[in-house]
């Protein structure tokens, strides 16, 4: 799906997303895995795996997805900080919780 600066489009895509609409299914070389997940607060669920690069990026294009709802560029760029900054935390400590688990 495209994203524009329609919030209609911002909406659709995050319920979609968030178990309001059909689930989608998943289909990545890390589907039949049993690996944690991190919930962003507007319920955009991202698998952690063990991958830093694809980690990053997910976390980068979800956050850009949050900063494209804001119009003014400061905000933007604020809202992004705050999603990329809330969601490597999150990674963070499952990694953390998972590990203390296991030992």
Do not use: W
């Not at 911002?10 to 178990?19: A, E, P, S, W, Y």
């Not at 830093?52 to 003014?72: C, P, Q, V, Y």
């Not at 705050?82 to 990694?95: F, G, H, K, S």
């Amino acid at each position: 799906m495209k994203l524009t600066s329609n919030g209609d489009t911002f909406i659709n895509f995050l319920c979609t997303n968030c178990g309001k609409g059909p689930p989608k299914r998943m289909n990545n070389k890390y589907s039949d895995q049993k690996l944690p997940l991190v919930v962003c607060d507007c319920g955009f669920k991202i698998l952690i795996v063990p991958d830093l690069g694809e980690m990053a990026r997910s976390i980068e294009n979800h956050a850009a997805i949050h900063g494209k709802s804001e119009t003014d560029p400061e905000k933007a760029e604020a809202e992004y900080c705050r999603v990329e900054e809330l969601l490597t935390q999150r990674v963070l400590i499952a990694i953390a919780k998972k590990n203390r688990d296991q030992h």
